[in-house]
């Protein structure tokens, strides 16, 4: 699964994708995604890649009203897209500076 979110993502053209390993720290899910979309456009279009991606997978969706963070449950994967100003702003990845990341490469894509 988190092969075919990664896919989605890249589909898209999302940029500064990230996966943190959360398997060994959190019972609630495995992976934390954070990828950046240069205009509300794309980050809203994040919506119909995943769906598409995952179509036996319930999604649920935080943010869609707005288009600047959208936060993707998919129970095991948390998948965050946000427009690049609120990324830099917020600056989400400063949080999990110790979580070990997965190196998108190695999973094929």
């Known amino acids: 699964q988190l092969k075919k ?5 890249n589909d898209l053209k999302l940029k500064d994708i990230i996966v943190y390993d959360f ?8 992976y934390m995604v954070i990828a950046s979309g240069s205009s509300e456009r794309q980050v809203l279009a994040s919506i119909r890649h995943l769906t598409d991606a995952l179509p036996d997978t319930p999604i649920k969706v935080e943010g869609a009203s707005e288009g600047r963070w959208l936060l993707f449950d998919l129970s095991d994967i948390i998948v965050n897209v946000m427009h690049q100003d609120e990324r830099d702003y917020y600056q989400l990845d400063k949080l999990f500076f110790q979580r070990d990341t997965v190196n998108i490469e190695e999973l094929g894509l």
């Open 23 to 30: 398997r060994t720290y959190s019972p609630l899910f495995d």
């Open 5 to 9: 979110v990664i896919k989605a993502l």
